[in-house]
């Protein structure tokens, strides 16, 4: 019997020893980054990502296809605003609906929980977030609600710890993307100063001062652009950005609606931004908010939509004007698949938004504010 046993022994050596020298070679291969990692195609090759709530007072994260079929379905702990998608990893990062402080990163593939980023003291965040190009670092908008001043937060990918902060060179930044260039960061700076101590009341309308902030991603202030002075109340709210750098804003006018101005403007960086010119029954149909904004047909059209209105809006990029709108009741998540326009609504319809608006999909959830594009390469 003692040979057997020798022989067990044996192996059972060399298979601690084999164990001990993978795990040694896979570390050494996660710290190189040469790990292969579950791409967005391995969880169903989403099109878009939403938040969404269901009629049980539940919250999730769903991945959809170009038709608004749900590939996954991921718990959240509360309401979901938008998200974050990182550029190579079945990686999504769910933001809190504004005043939250906490964003969930989670494995899209297993719909497990890698790490949860909690605001630092005197912090909240605003609902958005966006990757560096290689995926690296992840940029967050925040509120400094003490000092009444915004922020970028500043996480790395590999372990989602906080790396630092710079500022978002105004008050209540909320959309921030990365530029094509791959450097540069745009924020829109709504200019409403809050606090959570007064939950969501606007405590300096009189003398907010919204802008577009573009920001190395070391916190460099590269550019900042206003609107005309008597539209300081018209706060910059969410972007898109076209493939050669113009940058489309969605607006949210704080004053009379009865003065309602467009809700929709652009942005090349060295011009002076412009709204798109709008009738006052245009303006005023939307209800001073543009929820959500997108290129499309190629970037020679604009959308912005208005849950309030129930209206999404379609305008002429190079005439500079809204020439058209469909009514699609609490809309506000606008996509773009192969150049041509989608949208969601809180109803749970995911619309192909043509000239004839035909619903694609009817879910038994509430899609929440945006629908987030997912590079798939």
């Avoid at 090759?45 to 009629?55: D, H, I, N, R």
């Avoid at 959309?175 to 809050?194: C, F, K, Q, S």
């Amino acid at each position: 019997m003692g040979q057997p046993w020798a022989c067990l022994r044996a192996l059972i050596l060399w298979m601690v020893i084999e164990m001990a020298t993978r795990r040694r070679f896979l570390a050494g291969l996660a710290v190189s980054g040469l790990i292969p990692t579950t791409g967005w195609a391995d969880v169903g090759a989403p099109a878009f990502l939403s938040a969404a709530g269901g009629s049980d007072g539940t919250y999730c994260l769903v991945g959809l296809t170009d038709r608004g079929e749900p590939v996954f379905q991921i718990p959240l702990p509360a309401r979901g605003h938008a998200a974050a998608a990182h550029p190579n990893r079945a990686e999504a990062v769910a933001f809190a609906r504004r005043p939250g402080r906490f964003a969930i990163v989670l494995d899209c593939a297993t719909g497990s929980v890698l790490a949860r980023l909690d605001a630092p003291k005197g912090r909240h965040f605003y609902g958005h977030g966006a990757f560096s190009a290689d995926g690296l670092l992840l940029f967050t908008t925040e509120n400094a609600y003490d000092a009444a001043r915004g922020v970028v937060g500043i996480w790395d990918t590999r372990t989602y710890r906080r790396q630092g902060e710079f500022p978002s060179g105004g008050i209540g930044p909320h959309d921030i993307r990365l530029m094509p260039d791959g450097e540069t960061l745009v924020v829109a700076n709504g200019g409403i100063e809050t606090h959570p101590d007064s939950g969501r009341a606007k405590l300096n309308l009189p003398l907010m001062q919204p802008n577009l902030t573009y920001l190395s991603a070391e916190g460099e202030v590269l550019e900042q652009a206003e609107l005309a002075p008597e539209m300081h109340m018209n706060s910059i709210r969410h972007l898109d950005v076209r493939a050669d750098g113009l940058v489309g804003f969605a607006t949210q006018w704080q004053g009379s609606t009865a003065d309602s101005p467009s809700v929709v403007g652009l942005h090349r960086r060295g011009e002076a931004p412009e709204l798109l010119s709008a009738t006052l029954t245009q303006a005023r149909a939307m209800d001073g908010y543009g929820g959500s904004v997108a290129f499309y047909e190629g970037g020679t059209r604009i959308a912005v939509s208005s849950p309030r209105g129930g209206l999404v809006q379609l305008g002429d990029v190079g005439a500079r004007v809204v020439d058209s709108q469909l009514n699609m009741p609490d809309v506000c998540g606008l996509g773009v698949s192969d150049g041509a326009l989608r949208a969601s609504t809180g109803t749970g319809a995911f619309w192909a938004a043509t000239a004839t608006p035909t619903i694609l999909t009817q879910q038994p959830v509430a899609w929440d504010n945006h629908l987030v594009r997912v590079s798939r390469g």
